[in-house]
């Protein structure tokens, strides 16, 4: 039986940052630390330092992921103001993503800590279903419920103007965006 030592600190750092420059998907800390041979803990130690050095790591519900542009090229960003009740939130996401859009993330403005945001990265349905299923296994509670009136913005992305706007009448129909 061959051991496999943990690597040094600032080695596994590099190689954790090369692995999620090039990953196509967002990368658990499970994953990342099978790879460098340590705990999924000091994976999260070690992220917390890449992002101590600005590397433009952020968390997601399925991992983390490296943001390379903020925009792809061709890509189209915009947000869109919503309010919905909880219970909706599956909806709402669905609505986005079945119109061909990544929703980026959430923000709300809190009345005491000011602007929250919160990573999302979702761009299917499977997606979402994670997404929604992570939630209530955490017994979390949407940054939405956490805003004045539940108000909140999702950042999304999409390949052309039309994707949004077909989104938001969507949206609209639901009684999720707000005008």
């Not at 600190?9 to 990953?23: D, F, V, Y």
């Not at 630390?33 to 519900?61: F, M, Y």
């Not at 219970?87 to 996401?93: M, P, R, V």
């Not at 929250?116 to 299917?124: E, G, K, R, T």
Request: proline share 4%; with cysteine.
């Amino acid at each position: 039986m061959t051991v496999i030592e943990k690597m040094p600190g600032e080695e596994r750092r590099e190689l954790i940052l090369a692995t999620l420059q090039k990953a196509d998907r967002p990368m658990t800390g499970k994953e990342l630390g099978e790879l460098t041979n340590v705990s999924r803990q000091v994976i999260v130690g070690d992220i917390t330092l890449l992002k101590a050095k600005n590397e433009p790591i952020i968390a997601t519900s399925q991992g983390y992921m490296y943001m390379h542009a903020p925009v792809g090229p061709g890509k189209i960003e915009k947000t869109l103001v919503c309010h919905h009740a909880p219970e909706q939130t599956e909806e709402e996401l669905n609505i986005l993503v079945d119109h061909g859009l990544t929703v980026k993330d959430v923000k709300i403005e809190h009345p005491v800590y000011g602007d929250l945001s919160a990573s999302i990265m979702v761009s299917n349905r499977q997606e979402v279903k994670e997404f929604i299923r992570q939630v209530q296994e955490a017994n979390a509670v949407y940054l939405s419920k956490l805003a004045e009136e539940g108000i909140h913005l999702h950042t999304v992305i999409a390949e052309t103007e039309q994707q949004i706007e077909k989104a938001e009448i969507a949206l609209k129909q639901a009684g999720i965006l707000v005008e």
